[in-house]
C-alpha cells in the first residue's frame, strides 16, 4: 500500500513558479510509476506528467510542456513537480497518483490547490 500527501499549492501571479511536493509511506514507492494530475472547477480531471520508475522515463501533457517538470526522489519517497511561466488556465486541484507498471492509477493524495491569478 502506499499513501501519498500533496504540499505546495498556493495562489501565484501568471508567469510565477510553484514547487508541489508528493510525499509517499509504502516500501516499495521506487517500483510505482508516478503521476500528476488536475482538475479545475466543473472539468474533468486531467492527466499533467507521469516520471517511471527511478525515472527512467517521463512524460506529460502538451499543455504544460516545456514549462513544467517532474522528478523523484527515492530514497526520499517523494516526487515533486516544478511548474513555471505559469497561467491563469493552470489553475485546478493538482493531484499525485501512484500506480504499478502496467496497471492503473491506484492511489491518489488529496490534492492540493493551486490557483493563478493577478
Known amino acids: 500500500q502506499v499513501q501519498l500527501v500533496e504540499s505546495g499549492g498556493g495562489l501565484v501571479q501568471p508567469g510565477g513558479s510553484l514547487r508541489l511536493s508528493c510525499a509517499a509511506s509504502?516500501?516499495?514507492?521506487?517500483?510505482?510509476?508516478m503521476g500528476w494530475f488536475r482538475q479545475a472547477p466543473g472539468k474533468e480531471r486531467e492527466f499533467v506528467a507521469t516520471?517511471?520508475?527511478?525515472?527512467?522515463?517521463?512524460r506529460y501533457a502538451d499543455s504544460v510542456k516545456g514549462r513544467f517538470t517532474v522528478s523523484r526522489d527515492d530514497a526520499k519517497n517523494t516526487v515533486t513537480l516544478q511548474m513555471n511561466s505559469l497561467k491563469p488556465e493552470d489553475t485546478a486541484v493538482y493531484y499525485c497518483?501512484?500506480?504499478?507498471?502496467?496497471?492503473?492509477?491506484?492511489?491518489w493524495g488529496q490534492g492540493t490547490q493551486v490557483t493563478v491569478s493577478s
Open positions: 497518483a501512484a500506480k504499478v507498471a502496467g496497471g492503473a492509477y491506484s492511489h
Open positions: 516520471i517511471t520508475w527511478i525515472g527512467i522515463r517521463t
Open positions: 509504502g516500501r516499495t514507492f521506487s517500483t510505482y510509476t
